[in-house]
């Protein structure tokens, strides 16, 4: 199966700073990768998906890049309502389904 | 709107088993897998299983090996997450989520706790 490794596992920035957040597969998975936003006690959100592509209604800080192992999720400039955990997730070759560590983003 | 509503929360004793229900509304049931999604307390998510709705196919990851068993009621469009022998490590919420490449709705959580 793929492993996925999410680093950092945790960070604290400030708001207005520039956060990236990386994950790397075990093998190649073209482009079957997702960012997901969980805030305490709610339901995960999607903000990524394909790598690139914004789902509807996320905002535009919010980015995503990268391809075959190496993926980059990031916040342009980090507003009070970002923090919260992130997570990838690889679904190349689904079924199974891969997330990663997770990233919590804490205040500075 | 696409919706997936999950029972509510359980309590259960170690040994026990527990089924928890995901009924889907606002799109084709039968088009799209439900996946089974754990999350322990200050913990990960951790990928459960598979069912593919309109055939009944499911599979789920090796750890879940003999405890786990999804079972679907078309009639209802409703989905079935069913673990046995349950233990404490076993306490978390439970999300049902709909893949469509990676997962683009989830359930509410139900969340299952495990204690004598």
């Known amino acids: 199966d793929i492993q996925m490794t999410q680093s950092p596992s945790s960070l604290s920035a400030s708001v207005g700073d520039r956060v990236t957040i990386a994950c790397r597969a075990s093998q190649d998975i073209r482009n079957a990768l997702a960012w997901y936003q969980q805030k305490p006690g709610k339901v995960p959100k999607r903000l990524i998906y394909a790598v690139s592509s914004l789902q509807s209604g996320v905002p535009s800080r919010f980015s995503g890049s990268g391809s075959g192992t190496e993926f980059t999720l990031t916040i342009s400039s980090l507003q009070p309502e970002d923090f919260a955990t992130y997570y990838c997730?690889?679904?190349?070759?689904?079924?199974?389904?891969?997330f990663g560590g997770g990233t919590k983003v804490e205040i500075k | 709107q696409v919706q997936l509503v999950q029972s509510g929360a359980e309590v259960k004793k170690p040994g026990a088993s527990v089924k928890v229900s995901c009924k889907a509304s606002g799109y084709t049931f039968t088009n799209y897998d439900i996946n089974w999604v754990r999350q322990a307390t200050g913990q990960g998510l951790e990928w459960m299983g598979w069912m593919n709705p309109k055939s009944g196919y499911t599979g789920h990851a090796q750890k879940f090996q003999g405890r786990v068993t999804m079972t679907r009621d078309t009639s209802t469009s409703t989905v079935y997450m069913e673990l046995s022998s349950l233990r404490s490590e076993d306490t978390a919420v439970y999300y049902c989520v709909r893949v469509m490449g990676a997962i683009d709705y989830w359930g509410q959580g139900t969340l299952v706790t495990v204690s004598s």
């Open positions: 997730l690889q679904h190349h070759n689904y079924p199974p389904l891969t």
